[in-house]
């Protein structure tokens, strides 16, 4: 498929397209030992005691989505819960979200002395996991990666030869109809793909929710910065563990499931420690269909 082709983006989204968007959605609210503002691009919840853990959610969520993970977690690691500002009811900002949302977490890790802290990330959050070790290698622990990849758009097109110069138009084009988007179209969308997202229609539900309580101005722009930011190039400098969890449940043939590896294998091919497990009951969000399979890949990537 080539994206840049505006007639296309006009045609009924078809199952890639879904699945492409179910990579960017996540969210809810947590309880927590202390919350705090850390910075203008995100607030911080923090639970547990022991390593420090960051956890980072993905498109249109908070830090609820992690509830099940954390509670299995909370007894040995010190559980540092993020809810990026325009995101389920937290107040937008002005111009650049991701970049601003990467700066300021790691002058929060330097400023609250975590010793190289492991970052678990969903979606767009996996995104960010990718990104903090790639930049600022020496100071990342292990990485887990929760069904997001270093580049998404490739997602869409079925083939790692994609590239930001191919995606351009596409991500200009969304971007511009996000932000003419009201929050019942942006809540009509996000119904669209939530077979995608989870099993059961509770947690349907809860991703709708967020997606609901999300500003479009604020989850186009982050979609924008996704489709035109491939941290291909540099994930190679990433010095820690990786460890890429994917959701195969929503794929419908074995083909398809073996496509989708093989795309995600190639993005993690150059990272000297990265590793692939594929979760083939789960959809998007493994922390809700499996919470204890991801719990125990969690748990066991930290110790090793």
Do not use: C
């Amino acid at each position: 498929m080539k994206p840049s082709n505006e007639n296309n983006h006009k045609k009924q989204p078809g199952f890639w397209t879904h699945f492409a968007i179910s990579l960017t959605i996540v969210g809810g609210m947590l309880a927590a030992n202390f919350s705090s503002k850390a910075a203008e691009s995100f607030s911080v919840e923090v639970i547990g005691k022991g390593k420090p853990v960051i956890m980072i959610p993905g498109l249109m969520s908070d830090a609820s989505v992690w509830r099940p993970t954390a509670e299995a977690l909370s007894g040995q690691y010190q559980l540092h819960l993020i809810s990026i500002a325009g995101f389920a009811g937290k107040p937008a900002i002005d111009g650049e979200l991701l970049p601003t949302v990467t700066q300021e977490l790691l002058q929060y890790i330097n400023q609250h002395h975590l010793k190289q802290p492991a970052i678990v990330g969903h979606s767009l959050g996996a995104f960010m996991a990718f990104n903090l070790a790639s930049r600022a290698p020496e100071m990342i622990g292990t990485v887990i990666a929760v069904d997001g990849l270093p580049y998404l758009a490739p997602v869409f097109s079925r083939t790692n030869d994609t590239t930001v110069a191919m995606m351009q138009g596409q991500a200009d084009y969304l971007r511009q109809q996000y932000q003419q988007m009201s929050p019942q179209q942006l809540s009509a969308m996000t119904a669209q793909g939530l077979f995608i997202q989870a099993t059961s229609q509770q947690h349907q539900q809860q991703v709708l929710d967020m997606a609901t309580r999300s500003d479009p101005k604020a989850a186009g722009q982050a979609v924008y910065e996704l489709l035109t930011t491939d941290l291909r190039p540099v994930v190679h400098q990433i010095k820690s563990k990786v460890l890429l969890l994917g959701a195969g449940g929503a794929l419908t043939s074995n083909a398809d499931r073996e496509r989708a590896k093989a795309l995600y294998q190639q993005q993690i091919a150059s990272i000297a420690h990265a590793t692939l497990e594929f979760n083939e009951q789960s959809r998007h969000f493994i922390m809700l269909d499996q919470p204890a399979w991801l719990a125990n890949q969690i748990i066991s990537a930290l110790q090793e």
